[in-house]
Every structure is written in structure tokens, then in C-alpha cells.
């Protein structure tokens, strides 16, 4: 059975994004990212999408979701999220990753069967994009590594995952 995560680097408010860029780079997380989503496929939101550098993320099957007729190189298309969803799970072998959007991560929180969250203890006030809530009543958290602060990483974060409690 296909699982379908989400992964995000979320502040200690919550915040996640701003002007459609990441707050900050951590390579800790950079590395952490690449790690788990190579070679799974990817599912993120147009403006993820645009926000990528150099376009998609190699060695990864990208899917961009959008109401826009626009094609993407390198990525297959849906306009609407749970056929995405629906159609990606038929073909991935074991994980599917959420990668963003805000509007993503609201549409999926409820449908995933495990959160990894890189927590960054650090506030953003000029954030403009937010995670949703992990309710501990639906969320357990099953694995935590802190990583310190350092020379290519400006600010303490950690890794958590969750899984979806049993109903």
C-alpha cells in the first residue's frame, strides 16, 4: 500500500514560506530533503513548482498540481489534487511526498499517513505562508533528532517525524 507523506520545514510559529521563497536555507535539511524524496515521487503546488531554482527535482517523478492549462519540463500535470493523489498511488511503489505548497499541505494534512516536519527554532514575522496545525489528537510523534546551529546551517532545527494514529 502507498503511503503518502508530507515533508516541510516549518518555524516555530508555523511559518513556512515568504514572497513564494523557503525562510531560510539549511543544508542539514537540504541533505535530509533530498535523502528521503530520491527516487519517490514528489507532488507539490505550482508556485512550489516555480519557486524550484533549476525547475524539477531530479532523480524524483515530479507532479505539479494547478488550474492553469500550463506545462511544466520534466513533470507530468494534474488540475485537481485528490485525482493527482488517486492516479499517483496507482503507480508509486511505496511513498509518495508532499512537498507544498501552503494550500498543498492544508488539502493532504488529513489524507497523509506521516509527517516529516524539520522543526526550525527560529520565528519568521515577515512569513506570508503557514503549515497547518498537527493536531496531537490524530498525530504521534514517533522519532525526534536535534541538529545545532553551525556554519552552514544558521539557526537549531529538528527532524520529527509523525505517523497518523490508529483510528
Not at 505539479?64 to 493527482?84: E, G, K, M, N, Q
Request: net charge neutral; glycine share 6%.
Amino acid at each position: 500500500m502507498t503511503k503518502i507523506s508530507i515533508i516541510a520545514a516549518v518555524a516555530s510559529d508555523g511559518a513556512i514560506g515568504q514572497g513564494n521563497n523557503l525562510l531560510c536555507r539549511l543544508k542539514g535539511d537540504m541533505k535530509y530533503f533530498k535523502e528521503l524524496t530520491m527516487g519517490h515521487t514528489i507532488i507539490m503546488g505550482r508556485k512550489t513548482y516555480l519557486s524550484l531554482p533549476k525547475g524539477a527535482l531530479p532523480g524524483r517523478r515530479n507532479i505539479v498540481v494547478t488550474r492553469s492549462t500550463a506545462r511544466y519540463p520534466d513533470t507530468i500535470t494534474y488540475r485537481d489534487l485528490s485525482v493527482a493523489l488517486t492516479a499517483e498511488k496507482l503507480l508509486a511503489a511505496e511513498e509518495i511526498f508532499i512537498i507544498g505548497g501552503e494550500e498543498i499541505y492544508r488539502q493532504t494534512i488529513d489524507v497523509a499517513d506521516r509527517l516529516y516536519i524539520t522543526e526550525i527554532a527560529h520565528t519568521f514575522p515577515e512569513a506570508d505562508k503557514h503549515f497547518p496545525a498537527i493536531n496531537g489528537d490524530k498525530w504521534q510523534e514517533i522519532s525526534r533528532q536535534e541538529n545545532a546551529a553551525d556554519e552552514n546551517n544558521p539557526y537549531p532545527y529538528t527532524f520529527v517525524v509523525y505517523d497518523k494514529k490508529s483510528r
